[in-house]
């Protein structure tokens, strides 16, 4: 009996050891997963006061590869959110909305987004309560199996579309990696944009032209948007110059950190305005 008793005991005593020491290794992973991101944020700010325009040449847009450290390790990666497009454009109701939806529909048709979808994600989006002529307000989603209501505000994340009359997931996914989530307005940088992105942006740009194109600006990012356009190939044109930039404020930020064998991840959007300290719009510790 007392052998039974001290083999429970010393049972227990493991299991509680083990607990402890993953919830250490669990707090000290998010917590360094979070001191990457003030790493992003002053590698922003020195980005900031060094260079006039944004581009894929530069320090933050290098990845920081996995970094030893004791029991564990740490990564990250800072990705130009303006090198997108922004999907809150739809709502927006500005002079140059129209253009950007242009360029989004063109993405979606390219890339097997949710086409139909788009007057949809403009009602999700917009703040009033008029329905578009293929869009969806509060009367359609109240009469759902799960009834809700119309967002009616700029999404803060690509994955709320989800939820969104006719988007499907596999077709979110086909085209979340080109989409970002941003104030309205907010435009999109030509010398971080992907291949892809400039192929929707530019009429007549793809094939061969589009890889000579982007392989060019690599060596050469462009000073100015009218930069951009004197140096497309021949046959490729830039409709409006609406909602373009060389430079950017807004950034997302991933970094993972291990400590034993626990895996946290730290995921935000900064912001970047002038020469003040780059601000955290949100973040999620995982």
Same mark, same amino acid.
């Given at each position: 009996?007392?052998? @039974?008793?001290?083999?429970?005991?010393?049972?227990?005593?493991? %299991?509680?050891?083990?607990?402890?020491?993953?919830? %250490?290794?669990?707090?000290?992973?998010?917590?360094?997963?979070?001191?990457?991101?003030?790493? =992003?944020?002053?590698?922003?700010?020195?980005?900031?006061?060094?260079?006039?325009?944004?581009?894929?040449? *530069?320090?933050?847009?290098? =990845?920081?590869?996995?970094? /030893?450290?004791?029991?564990?390790?740490?990564?990250?990666?800072?990705?130009?959110?303006?090198?997108?497009?922004?999907?809150? @454009?739809?709502?927006? #109701?500005?002079?140059?909305? *129209?253009?950007?939806?242009?360029?989004? =529909?063109? &993405?979606?048709?390219?890339?097997?987004?949710?086409?139909?979808a788009l007057d949809a994600l403009a009602d999700w989006i917009d703040v009033d309560g008029r329905v578009r002529d293929a869009g969806?307000?509060?009367?359609?989603? #109240?009469?759902?199996?799960?009834?809700?209501?119309?967002?009616?505000?700029?999404?803060? %994340?690509?994955?709320?579309?989800?939820?969104?009359?006719?988007?499907?997931?596999?077709?979110?996914?086909?085209?979340? /990696? $080109?989409?970002?989530?941003?104030?309205?307005?907010?435009?999109?940088?030509?010398?971080?944009?992907?291949?892809?992105?400039?192929?929707?942006?530019?009429?007549? &740009?793809?094939?061969?032209?589009?890889?000579?194109?982007?392989?060019?600006? @690599?060596?050469?990012? $462009?000073?100015?948007?009218?930069? $951009?356009?004197?140096?497309? /190939? %021949?046959?490729?044109? &830039? #409709?409006?110059?609406?909602?373009?930039?060389?430079?950017?404020?807004?950034?997302?930020?991933?970094?993972? =950190?291990?400590?034993?064998?626990?895996?946290?991840?730290?995921?935000?959007? &900064?912001?970047?305005?002038?020469?003040?300290? /780059?601000?955290?719009?949100?973040?999620?510790?995982?």
């Open positions: 009996l007392a052998a @039974a008793v001290a083999a429970t005991v010393f049972a227990d005593q493991q %299991r509680w050891s083990r607990t402890v020491e993953h919830r %250490r290794d669990q707090v000290q992973a998010q917590a360094l997963a979070m001191a990457g991101v003030q790493w =992003a944020r002053q590698i922003l700010d020195n980005d900031a006061r060094r260079s006039e325009i944004d581009h894929l040449g *530069e320090a933050w847009a290098v =990845a920081l590869p996995p970094i /030893p450290l004791e029991n564990g390790e740490i990564r990250g990666a800072i990705v130009d959110a303006q090198g997108r497009l922004n999907i809150n @454009a739809l709502g927006d #109701g500005s002079a140059s909305s *129209e253009q950007e939806r242009r360029r989004i =529909a063109k &993405l979606f048709a390219q890339r097997g987004g949710p086409v139909a969806a307000e509060d009367t359609y989603y #109240g009469a759902q199996s799960v009834p809700g209501l119309t967002a009616n505000v700029p999404v803060l %994340r690509i994955a709320e579309l989800s939820s969104v009359k006719g988007v499907s997931a596999q077709a979110l996914d086909a085209v979340a /990696p $080109f989409l970002s989530a941003l104030p309205a307005g907010t435009a999109l940088n030509v010398n971080t944009a992907s291949a892809e992105v400039l192929a929707a942006v530019v009429d007549g &740009l793809s094939g061969e032209g589009l890889a000579g194109f982007v392989g060019g600006r @690599a060596q050469k990012p $462009f000073a100015t948007i009218a930069e $951009f356009r004197s140096r497309l /190939p %021949r046959g490729a044109t &830039l #409709g409006s110059e609406a909602a373009l930039a060389v430079k950017s404020s807004y950034f997302y930020v991933t970094v993972e =950190a291990r400590q034993g064998t626990t895996l946290a991840r730290a995921r935000a959007l &900064l912001a970047r305005t002038g020469n003040t300290w /780059p601000g955290i719009v949100w973040q999620v510790v995982e």
